[in-house]
């Protein structure tokens, strides 16, 4: 998510489907005006990294439009979906807020978001997976502001100690099993990879490299039932039990990411934000580089998600507040946010300024992950059965359930979950 200042996608889905309804119905006004006309548009992100380019960006709007001041407010993403639902709930929500693809649906369908109109906005200048993930029912409802790829992470000085090559564009799951074996050495608690139940970096991208997917196109049916999806995440609890990974329960003591920033793990599944914490990281920066995802049976593709901006349906000023956030998705704040370092801008051929920030890195290669990505598994109430997911798969990587029955029990009551929506 990331944007998402941690190593992974939380779905803070922190409103029900019922509430939302009522929330639609909320029409107190948001945004302010004076007697002379000047309007304060608010805008809610997550990211303090982010501030200072959003900042910028909110200068940029003013140049174009003086009477408008853009009022930035940061909220930490732990807190942020539960203090947007209570901000919706009293019609006091920002004008303009950051949104993710887990709650997109939850709010487009219950006529929090405005629809944009396209007057500001091109389709064709975003990655289709992040149009396809911001629209509802035919109408586009979130301006794609960055992406994320996934990619493979290692430390070239515990490749360099044990003699083993470096990660390349040709690798296979075989090629990464050899290698996390080769790099494990339990005398000084040294592990080949991190092996971490996350689904955005790992397994996610595995179902589908095995040819499978973890729910429909038309987010209506469960995936995992089927041998595609087994052999995704047999791909990482194999690991685990071949001893190349921490086990569930130190991963659980000790976050998965922490192995690999003090150099007890040689490789990390990562998404394309890490790369300015990792820069940023004076115990690793100079000993790490990225490299594509290892191919399963179908290839190596990626999970591409990414953050949009969206208008508030009850904005005093929804006109404003529409074409500002397709302004802070436009090419003018893709660049900003490109210099910046901190994520990729999701306007097509704003790219490049992104991977040169970190030259150090071959950052390239989330970049080419788009030929292939895959778009991040939604639903109308995506953590309805992502908390399932996480209850039933927490078993199956403690090794307390096999991936078999795992994934039996998983699609059963995902299923069931997903059939409960469109009740």
């Known amino acids: 998510m990331r ?30 005006a004076d007697a002379d006309g000047d309007v304060t548009l608010t805008y809610a992100i997550w990211d303090q990294n982010q501030q200072p380019a959003m900042e910028q960006i909110a200068d940029a709007f003013t140049e174009e439009h003086p009477n408008v001041d853009v009022e930035i407010q940061l909220t930490p993403y732990k807190e942020y979906f539960t203090k947007l639902q209570t901000a919706v709930s009293g019609g006091a929500a920002a004008d303009v807020f950051w949104m993710n693809g887990p709650n997109f649906q939850l709010y487009a369908g219950n006529g929090v978001l405005a629809p944009l109109d396209g007057d500001g906005l091109d389709p064709a200048d975003y990655p289709e997976g992040l149009i396809d993930l911001y629209s509802y029912e035919g109408d586009l409802y979130g301006a794609p502001k960055d992406f994320d790829t996934v990619a493979l992470w290692y430390n070239k000085a515990l490749f360099d100690a044990a003699g083993v090559e470096y990660p390349n564009a040709d690798w296979t799951w075989d090629d990464l099993k050899a290698a996390s074996a080769k790099l494990t050495d339990p005398a000084k608690g040294q592990y080949g990879i991190a092996a971490s139940q996350y689904g955005q970096e790992n397994y996610y991208n595995s179902i589908a490299q095995a040819g499978g997917e973890v729910i429909s196109a038309d987010g209506t049916t469960t995936g995992y039932d089927t041998p595609e999806a087994l052999a995704g995440i047999e791909l990482w609890t194999d690991l685990i039990a071949d001893g190349s990974s921490p086990t569930a329960q130190q991963m659980t003591d000790t976050n998965p990411e922490d192995f690999f920033l003090s150099g007890k793990v040689a490789m990390f599944q990562n998404g394309s934000w890490a790369a300015i914490a990792y820069a940023d990281n004076p115990d690793i920066a100079d000993t790490v580089d990225v490299a594509p995802l290892p191919a399963g049976a179908t290839g190596n593709q990626s999970v591409i998600h990414g953050v949009a901006n969206v208008a ?30 901190t994520v990729i801008p999701a306007f097509n051929g704003t790219q490049q300024a992104w991977v040169d920030a970190l030259p150090q890195f071959d950052l390239q290669v989330y970049i080419d992950a788009l030929e292939t990505a895959v778009p991040y598994p939604v639903s109308k109430n995506t953590a309805a059965w992502t908390s399932i997911e996480s209850e039933v798969l927490s078993q199956v990587w403690a090794g307390s359930v096999t991936p078999e029955d795992g994934l039996a029990q998983l699609a059963e009551q995902m299923q069931a979950a997903l059939d409960a929506e469109s009740e």
């Not at 779905?11 to 019922?18: D, G, I, N, R």
């Open 312 to 341: 508030n349906a009850k904005s005093a000023h929804v006109d404003l507040a529409k074409e500002f956030a397709e302004f802070a998705s436009s090419k003018a704040a893709a660049d900003i946010q490109a210099d910046s370092g």
């Open 3 to 32: 944007h998402v200042p941690k190593s992974r996608i939380t779905v803070s889905l922190a409103v029900t489907a019922t509430a939302l309804v009522a929330l639609a119905g909320c029409s107190a006004p948001s945004g302010s």
